[in-house]
């Protein structure tokens, strides 16, 4: 998708990063960056998050929580994914971009990163849902109503 996003963008980069990156190393050119990571490398995903201009996960299969995708909610990185990728998390258009083809998450793409109010809605809207849903107050206070409930108050 990226030859996709690039030809409507030329001067677009693209930051592969994560673990395991020696996988798609080849790739790695002028406007394709490869950043390694180790496991526990929070300072390189906050940096990496810091530098991109949108998380583009085209994700098709299950695979459990999907933390990048929150995580980069929460730093205010609006995210384009598939709606395996989001798992009914937030509202597409709101908090996030969907797209299901390689076609339809380049368009999504190109379209927040050249709409600047577009792109500040999702960002804002995508962390006031992780604020209000995902942080630890947020969690601890549904659990206690649930607790709360089962123990008769």
Avoid: C, H
């Amino acid at each position: 998708m990226f030859p996709l996003i690039q030809k409507q963008l030329p001067k677009v980069k693209l930051l592969i990063s994560g673990q395991n990156t020696s996988v798609v190393a080849d790739l790695k050119s002028e406007n394709i960056e490869i950043s390694d990571l180790a496991v526990d490398d929070f300072e390189g995903v906050k940096k990496a998050f810091r530098e991109s201009g949108v998380l583009v996960a085209p994700l098709y299969g299950p695979g459990g929580t999907r933390l990048k995708i929150l995580s980069a909610m929460a730093a205010r990185l609006p995210v384009v994914t598939t709606k395996v990728g989001i798992a009914e998390v937030g509202t597409d258009g709101e908090t996030y971009l969907q797209g299901e083809t390689a076609e339809d998450l380049a368009k999504q793409t190109v379209r927040i990163l050249n709409n600047k109010s577009l792109y500040k809605k999702i960002a804002e809207s995508a962390w006031k849902l992780i604020v209000d849903e995902y942080t630890y107050q947020a969690i601890a206070k549904k659990l206690n109503k649930i607790y709360q409930e089962v123990s008769g108050g």
